[in-house]
């Protein structure tokens, strides 16, 4: 049994989005970061640090955003999520260091820091459709982050033509769509 432990819009998200994707059943326990229940003794007795996201499996904790996309993708090789050839596997992990460590701490050092490094990602991206060629874990991990400062950096689509089509194909997948459909019924709250 899979239980995620997620809160609307945050990077939980990816591994929202990665479940629907797989099609797996799975139990969902939104998290009020808002009202601190993820600093509650019940919570931090599954994930120590208060952090979303906590994916249960069978009861035993996993955290953080890659290690759950990774172990999703590879407990339901159907959903190709991971591709077979090692090298793309490689590039999946590549793109996944770079986001969460590059990418995501973007919007606490500035502006100008934050588009410079948008700008790096619009390039890696090209113009492929996928980040590493086929649809995988790290097309979903990317989307999550400019979904969530896209719109509070004033992206334009002028400027990261890569990663706004990247965008639009992903919102166009009904992972996505029913993902964002049932965070946004519990509502975000996320700092602007």
Do not use: C
């Not at 809160?7 to 799975?26: K, N, Q, R, T, Y």
């Not at 955290?63 to 407990?75: D, F, H, M, P, S």
């Not at 989307?143 to 990247?166: G, Q, Y």
Request: proline share 7%.
């Amino acid at each position: 049994m899979l239980t995620l432990y997620f809160s609307p819009g945050s990077s939980s998200m990816a591994p929202h989005i990665a479940l629907h994707e797989v099609g797996a059943p799975f139990e969902s326990r939104p998290i009020s970061l808002a009202e601190k229940e993820n600093r509650t003794p019940a919570y931090l007795a599954i994930n120590p640090e208060g952090h979303v996201p906590t994916m249960l499996i069978d009861g035993r904790a996993l955290t953080e955003v890659a290690g759950i996309l990774y172990y999703l993708a590879r407990r339901f090789p159907e959903a190709s999520l991971l591709p077979d050839d090692i090298e793309a596997q490689a590039q999946v992990v590549s793109w996944m260091s770079f986001i969460a460590s590059t990418v995501h701490p973007v919007r606490r050092q500035g502006l100008e820091h934050a588009r410079a490094v948008y700008a790096i990602a619009d390039k890696r991206l090209g113009n492929r459709e996928w980040a590493v060629g086929s649809y995988s874990i790290a097309d979903i991990h990317l989307f999550r982050l400019f979904w969530r400062f896209s719109n509070s950096l004033k992206l334009s689509r002028i400027e990261f033509p890569s990663l706004f089509a990247h965008y639009d194909r992903m919102m166009a997948r009904p992972a996505v769509q029913r993902t964002l459909a049932i965070e946004s019924s519990i509502g975000y709250e996320l700092p602007a």
